[in-house]
C-alpha cells in the first residue's frame, strides 16, 4: 500500500506588502493588521500588565502608534514579532507608573499624621491609597502621565513637557485637569 504525506503550510500573509501599505498610511492595512495580530497583543499585554482593562488600552495604543512607527521596522523579523515588542515597549510604561502608584499609595497609607481630626484608623489610610490609586487609574493616559510626572516624580513642567513632548502650557493645562478629575472622583467616594 502506497501512503503519501500531506504536509501543511501555514502561509503567512504578505507581510512585505501589508508592511509597504502601512507605511502609506492606508486604513484598510491598519485594519488588516489589527485583524490578524490584535489576538497576539492582547494576549501578551494582558501577561505583562495582569489587567484585562489595561490590556486593552495598551492593545489600542500600540495599534495607534503603529503607523507611526512602522517606519522602523527594518523587515529582519516578522510584523508580528515587530508588534509584540511595542507591546512591551509600551507596556514597560504602564509597569513603571503602576509601581510609583502603588509605592506612592503604599506610602500615603503609611504616612504618620501629627493629628488626626476624625480618628481615622490605619484601615480607613490603606482604603484611602487604594481609592487614590485607583482614581489615578481612571484618568485619561495624558493626564496621568502628568501627574505622576509632575506630581509624584516632581519633575519641573518643562522636564515633563520634554520627555512627552508636548509644550509646557499643555504639561500644566493636563495636570490641572487631572488634579480636578482626581478631586472629583475622590469626592463621589466620599472622601474630603
Not at 69 to 78: K, L, M, N
Request: no cysteine; charged share 30%.
Amino acid at each position: 500500500m502506497k501512503t503519501t504525506t500531506l504536509t501543511l503550510a501555514f502561509l503567512e500573509p504578505d507581510a512585505q506588502s501589508l508592511v509597504d501599505r502601512l507605511r502609506r498610511q492606508e486604513r484598510s492595512a491598519l485594519a488588516e493588521a489589527y485583524d490578524l495580530y490584535h489576538g497576539s497583543v492582547r494576549a501578551l499585554a494582558t501577561r505583562v500588565v495582569g489587567d484585562e482593562a489595561l490590556a486593552e488600552d495598551l492593545l489600542q495604543e500600540v495599534f495607534v502608534a503603529l503607523p507611526q512607527a512602522i517606519h522602523r521596522f527594518e523587515g529582519r523579523a516578522q510584523l508580528k514579532t515587530f508588534l509584540l515588542s511595542m507591546v512591551l515597549n509600551h507596556a514597560k510604561h504602564y509597569v513603571r507608573a503602576a509601581a510609583r502608584r502603588r509605592a506612592m499609595a503604599s506610602r500615603f497609607g503609611r504616612e504618620p499624621r501629627a493629628v488626626s481630626l476624625d480618628g481615622e484608623s490605619e484601615a480607613s489610610r490603606s482604603e484611602i491609597a487604594r481609592l487614590l490609586e485607583r482614581a489615578l487609574d481612571e484618568l485619561p493616559l495624558e493626564q496621568r502621565a502628568a501627574f505622576v510626572l509632575l506630581e509624584l516624580e516632581e519633575r519641573t513642567s518643562v522636564e515633563a513637557a520634554e520627555i512627552v513632548g508636548i509644550p509646557e502650557a499643555t504639561m500644566r493645562t493636563r495636570l490641572f485637569h487631572a488634579k480636578r478629575k482626581l478631586r472629583e472622583r475622590l469626592e463621589e467616594w466620599g472622601m474630603r
